[in-house]
């Protein structure tokens, strides 16, 4: 069992690695025939259920720049599946590297519960926690459209910024009930 | 007399869609041209049912011939009812050489030998498969034309489809249809569904099936349509064997289409300290039913895309295997309740 780790092999010219780990292997795939149309970097994109990924690629498989857990609300499963994962990311990846695409939370069968839990995980990460129509082309779309600027910063395309950075503007976080009780209070 | 042909009439063709009609009605040919032409198919329907019965009345028609137009529009749309499968066992020397002539005499004698009251009709369709279709009587009433069973045979294989089956007429068919073709009993073969031919399917066989192999067959061409060299797979190799699995479990190709599977399990509670519970007569039942358009492509797409775990219980490739949809699941151990 390895690590997957983010700057243990030299960066290509021009070029992004995106990792999408998805357990129902369906938004995956959109995704990534719409993020290939990007044309002010090459996108390589990378579909995996879940980690860690086969030893057997591991010569021929580029620096990845940023790992993508998609989860769909609706399934209990895919959410372990993709804590389960988190397992095999080197720490390294959590500085800015790593988020969360969240499907269906619109859904109103969705428990609570376990946005809830989505949330606390992103958050405990310190990862951007995006969310995501899989249902119509507009939405991949948009979803695609906001991985790559991610990405973009990831791969180090984007000058004058670092993904550390940016994902101290974009980590998702949740406020406790103290100070969630202050801002109620200062309102 | 009259008010039994008219309420048969019109049941027929309100359930007939209006194309359906002329078609139907010219394959029944009991009416002439002149009078085929002369009915218009786009009044209602409860004006053509009258028009036809006085067609009908012209011709001189009776229940009988209109049992017949029933007849013709069942097996032409047998997909509008719930068929149960039942196995003959046990074949006699000269059951591979019943013929239908033969096969129709020995029924209707043995059929009407059991019960006074009832009206056969049979029929050969062409695909080799003998349609029969029994309305029932009771000891004092005559043959209730509106709640017909429709057996379907194909002669010299083990299996019979049936709908609409009651159980106090289960056993006089039962009887009917071993003697008729030779065999010495009758069982439930457990498997019902709406499709008549994907039920047939599934019984004799007629589905891609894939064997076990240790060298991946070219399935999965879906994996490998997508070409773009910017994409690639991490775990082609693992959802490849995961399709070859499901294949393996489920069949291959397009897969008979089934609408449920049921499970009933039937146990006993074990604990020492509660004895009331524990000797109770009556089993625990638990009854747990899968539904969907097609079962057996829903399975196996969960099985293929790792929401059900590989490789498949037996209890689930067992409905494509064994050709069958009701399980009933008992305790282990010495007793004839064993069943799977």
Known sequence: MSLLRPLSKLPDLNAANVLLVENEEHFQQKLADVMVNEKSVIVQVRLAKSLPLPMKQEKSRPRIDLVVFIVNLMSELSLHSAEASLKHLAPGYFLGKVCFMVTNARNASVPAERMEAVRKLASALNCPL?????????GVTN???????????????????TALFLSNLTRCTISTEAEQQNSDYDA | MDDLKRRL?????????????????????????????????????????DQLLALCGESGLGVKHITELEMIYIIDNPNQRLWHAYQLLEAGDDAHSVEVTNFKEQFKVHLTELIRHVSIKIKKHTDEAVWIRIAWGDRSSRPNHLKPTYVVHHLQTPYVFVTNLTSKTMPLLSQALVMATRYSSMKDANLSGRNLSAVRDLLMKQFQ??????????????????????????????????????????GGGTLPELQKAIYTLETKLKDNTNKIMTEREQPFRCVVTFKSTNILESLRHSAMTGIAST???????????KGRNHFLITDKGPGPQRKL
Do not use: Y
């Open chain 1, 130 to 138: 995006l969310f995501a129509e899989d249902q119509t082309p507009d």
């Open chain 1, 143 to 161: 979803a695609a459209e906001r991985l790559l600027v991610i990405l973009r910063v990831a791969a180090g395309c984007v000058p004058m910024t």
């Open chain 2, 9 to 49: 009439l019109q049941r027929i063709i309100r359930t007939m869609p209006t194309q359906m009609l002329k078609t139907t009605l010219s394959k029944w040919a009991r009416l002439n041209i002149e009078q085929q032409e002369s009915l218009d198919f786009t009044q209602p329907k409860f004006l053509l049912t």
């Open chain 2, 209 to 250: 099936q894939v064997f076990p192999s240790k060298h991946l067959q070219p399935l999965g061409k879906k994996n490998q349509i997508n070409s773009n060299p910017q994409i690639e797979r991490e775990q082609d190799e693992q959802s490849e064997t995961r399709l070859q699995i499901a294949c393996e479990a489920f």
């Open chain 2, 311 to 321: 490789p498949v219980t037996p209890m689930l490739s067992s409905i494509s295997q």
